[in-house]
């Protein structure tokens, strides 16, 4: 893979050029802690060489034409950090059990302090998550980013769009109104008429063969525990394989006129614009 030059580094870490015999100047409050918080930063970089792994994933090469369609994967994971942090709060107040699930998601929204907002942020932010992962997946379809050598990036992705549905799906119970009650029956039926797998899928989400107390339990360790934790690392995994392949172009650029010899350039390269696909920087 083609290294690129080292990016400057911010003004703020460059060292002050010093004269010989030139007194220290007295630093301001605001430059003592920004002295402060980079000798802090130094101290775990000597330890960790961390800022390499951060150079490698932000200083990267982008091919030439790529637009606001690009950002929705970003746009996906932001609506995912999201429901992520709303859902920690809302876990400090909701009670999985059947007597008093309906009345703590009452007293979330009518008497905690801004705690309408973040259900609120919570209930909206699962939609727009939704839709913001098949608008991404259009988006990588489309610009045929699923060909070679992407196609386990795309494999990950529809195991992301599984896991972000079945969020969506356990999420939906656990107000445990009539509505999602019911919804919930229907949708665990549904799945079981599945072929194969579909009875026993049924029978673990409803934790047995009868819809009971146990099952909001189960769907409320689905929703908070299991899944978020498959989708961050699964998260973890398609960014990198994102950040080793490269973009790729918009299909309206054409590829770079090069000379025969190097359309025989190993997958690194031609992940990275050097042929193909027309990814070119
Ligand atoms: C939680 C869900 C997801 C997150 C957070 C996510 C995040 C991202 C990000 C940040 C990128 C790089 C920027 C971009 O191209 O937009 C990306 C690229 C990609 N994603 Fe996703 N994604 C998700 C779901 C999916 C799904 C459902 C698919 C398809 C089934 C998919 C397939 C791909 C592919 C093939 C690329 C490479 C695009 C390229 O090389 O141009 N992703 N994803």
Redesign the pocket.
């Known amino acids: 893979m083609p290294r690129l030059p080292a990016p400057p580094l911010p003004k703020v870490l460059q060292p002050k050029p010093k004269r010989p015999g030139q007194v220290p100047e007295k630093l301001s409050p605001t430059e003592t802690a920004i002295e402060g918080a980079v000798t802090v930063v130094d101290w775990i970089d000597e330890r960790t060489s961390l800022s390499g792994g951060l150079r490698w994933m932000l200083f990267r090469k982008v091919p030439k034409g790529i637009n606001w369609?690009?950002?929705?994967?970003?746009?996906?994971?932001f609506a995912?950090l999201s429901q992520a942090v709303t859902g920690v709060f809302l876990a400090m107040y909701y009670k999985p059990d059947p007597d008093s699930a309906y009345s703590s998601i009452q007293n979330i929204t009518e008497e905690l302090t801004l705690g309408w907002l973040v259900r609120g942020m919570h209930k909206w932010g699962s939609t727009v998550?939704v839709v913001l992962?098949?608008l991404?997946?259009a988006?990588?379809?489309f610009?045929g980013?699923?060909k070679y050598p992407?196609e386990l990036?795309?494999?990950?992705?529809?195991v992301?769009?599984i896991?972000?549905m079945t969020m969506s799906f356990t999420g939906y119970l656990l107000p445990f109104d009539q509505r999602s009650y019911w919804a919930t029956i229907v949708g665990v039926n549904i799945n079981g008429t599945g072929p194969l797998v579909g009875p026993y899928l049924s029978d673990f989400l409803r934790a047995g063969p009868e819809f009971g107390a146990t099952t909001l339990s189960r769907f409320y360790a689905i929703h908070m525990l299991l899944i978020p934790g498959a989708?961050i690392a699964?998260?973890g995994a398609?960014?990198y394989?994102?950040v080793k392949?490269?973009?790729?172009a918009p299909p309206w650029m054409r590829a770079d006129r090069k000379p025969k010899e190097s359309r025989s350039e190993p997958v690194d390269a031609i992940a990275n614009g050097a042929g193909g696909n027309g990814s070119a920087p």
């Open positions: 369609f690009y950002t929705l994967g970003s746009a996906t994971m995912f998550m992962i098949f991404h997946m988006r990588t379809f610009f980013a699923y992407r990036n795309w494999i990950i992705g529809v992301l769009l896991l972000t989708i699964l998260i398609h960014l394989l994102v392949l490269g973009t790729t």
